[in-house]
């Protein structure tokens, strides 16, 4: 008995941290029944009672994956192209055309982007400090920086999206790369896939730009609309947009029927007023609907109409439709000084409230002290001016600078609800990614499923677990019932270490559990076969015993070690699922050979030592 204290302490001391790593699981689980059994109203007050325990207990219980409580799974591809395009110092007609090359094949290959445009360029025979860098770089030295922008764009996407997944209050999200350009995210517990959507895709741009004056914006349309209707841009006269909208309400912008003779014959005239009109009150805004939208971006974005456009300004869009009249919606296109006056880089606040004067959401922004200095300089600049608060190419609002802002602080109007400001707040506090990206797989996991995934995997441990049981038992006897007993310490020392190193349980996981079982019971198999063979040289069973470990311990630590660097290489290089399964078979291996080579061992030594008398079959 004195010689087995050591190991009995190991042994004992494993199954109390075991059962004290599983304690929060137990008080989650018993807090969730609790909370689903009570009315809303007790539900709530219970929940502010114990808040404190109730979050302790849910950070440290064991945590399900994706397929297991529902969720959602999202392919994100980070939109290197953009990126490349952002660096280029210059761009012209051979260097989109090589970019379209390079979008084709990036398209259908894994081939890194700037591998791809580095053959375009070469075999073109164009020099990439062309477009990139300086006229002294080498080839071979641009495409190194460009790779290295690309990398850290990709690290820095993940970065964004982790903090943004954060704040918006994930519990055991997944967020990993794959490949050269993809992002895979998931969010376990997650159902609002617009949300999410907005969540991820958002690039979270956010500019302060200057409104160009109302009689620019106006004239720039002018020539727009006297180029397409081929009166030339030599004819300085004024349009007559009284067709088009002279009313002053805003309301009354929708050319009602009376007003219009011959809608054809307006169309040809004045074929961009049609689409944009302008603003009856002058303030240089148009008013497009939905449907035409695109129209007009096909207009705005045609070389010889660019050409027309001054190179300091730009067109974008509001970000909400500025008005609904039967049915149709109507978004404002307006005319913003191209270069942004601030940028968002100065935002280290954000927070999403209700604006007390009209009731409706905002997003409040604090500046750092330089960004509020130029801000102070920008808005005492340009007072009676209007600045357009840009995020992500989309105008938020335009509002009119009253005075000149000190203390750095602005706000963001536009949106529906509160909760859409919420998800703005934590875009803005997370920051920017460096390049847009897509969703190009999305795949969500209701709740039901989860359940349902959870009740199989319950019970095909247990039908493998009673089997297993049956087997050693009718096998090797007495023998078989104590490596049984053992096989429940090695579930409890894997869940154990599961809980407390804060890995999530999975559908594969659970099938590791289940080879583990199988891995515990083939060392102890190895071990009995041993002792039988001992017993029939006629050692005693002491002895038999001894030599049974003995002469067992190689080949199971040999099969058991193979087994475990497997764990190992499919963990590291898998993904998703694979890592669950190899994550607790890698932890199993350890449990099981802690199971079936100490455990056993000091029960065989205590019963033998009393005299006890032990049969393997």
Known sequence: MKKQRGKIALILGSIIISIYLLLPTYEDYQNTRKLKSLSSEDSLKYYE??????????????KLGLD?????????????????????????????????????????????VTSILGKQFNEKGIRLSRYYGTIRDKDGDILDMLNRESANAIDRAMEVIRNRV??????????????NRRIIVELPGVSKESEVRQLL??????????????????????????????????DTTKTDTSLIANKKDTSDVLLPEEQIKDEEQVSKEHPFFFLARP?????????????????????????????????????????????????KKWYTLYTIKKQAELTGGVIVNARATIDQNTNTPIVTMEMNSE??????????????????????????SAPVVRSKIIGGNSQIEGMENIDEARLLEIVLKAGALPAPVEIIQQQTVGPSLGADSISKGINSSLIAFLLTVVFMIVYYSKGGSIADFALMFNLLFILGVLAGFGGTLTLPGI?????????????????????????????TLRAAIDAGYSKAWTAIFDSNLTTFFTG??????????????????????????FSAIVITRVIFNLLTEKGVKVSFG
């Open 371 to 396: 960004g509020a200095r130029d801000w102070a300089r920008i808005t005492g600049a340009n007072i009676q001016k209007r600045i357009a608060i840009v995020l992500d190419n989309s105008v938020f």
């Open 279 to 327: 603003e009856p009150r002058g303030n240089g805004e148009y008013y497009v609907s939905e449907e035409n939208k695109e129209k007009v971006n096909r207009i705005l974005k045609r070389p010889d109409i660019q050409k027309l456009i001054p190179i300091d300004i730009d067109f974008l869009w509001s970000a909400k439709p500025a008005m609904i009249e039967e049915g």
């Open 49 to 62: 009672e114990n808040e404190s325990a109730i979050r302790d207990a849910r950070n440290k219980r064991i």
């Open 568 to 593: 190992v290489v499919l963990y590291n290089f898998g993904s998703g699922p694979i890592q669950g399964f190899a994550l607790t078979l890698m932890i199993g291996i350890v449990a099981s050979m």
């Open 166 to 179: 954060d704040q918006y209050g994930v519990s055991e999200p997944t967020i990993q790369k794959q490949g």
């Open 511 to 539: 099938a590791g559990m289940i080879l583990t079982m199988a891995v515990a019971v083939d060392a102890n198999v190895l071990i009995f076969e041993r002792i039988r063979e001992e017993e029939v040289t006629g050692k």
């Open 201 to 234: 895709k958002g690039t979270a741009l956010l500019e302060f730009k200057l409104l160009k004056d109302p009689e620019i914006s106006i004239r720039v349309g002018e020539t727009i609309d006297k180029f397409l209707a081929g009166k030339g841009i030599e």
């Open 68 to 112: 297991l409580q529902g969720g959602m799974r999202v392919v994100l591809e980070v939109n290197v192209l953009k990126l490349l395009d952002d660096l280029a110092k210059n761009k012209d007609e051979t260097f989109y055309s090589i970019f379209d090359e390079v979008k084709k094949y990036s398209a259908v290959t894994d081939e890194p």
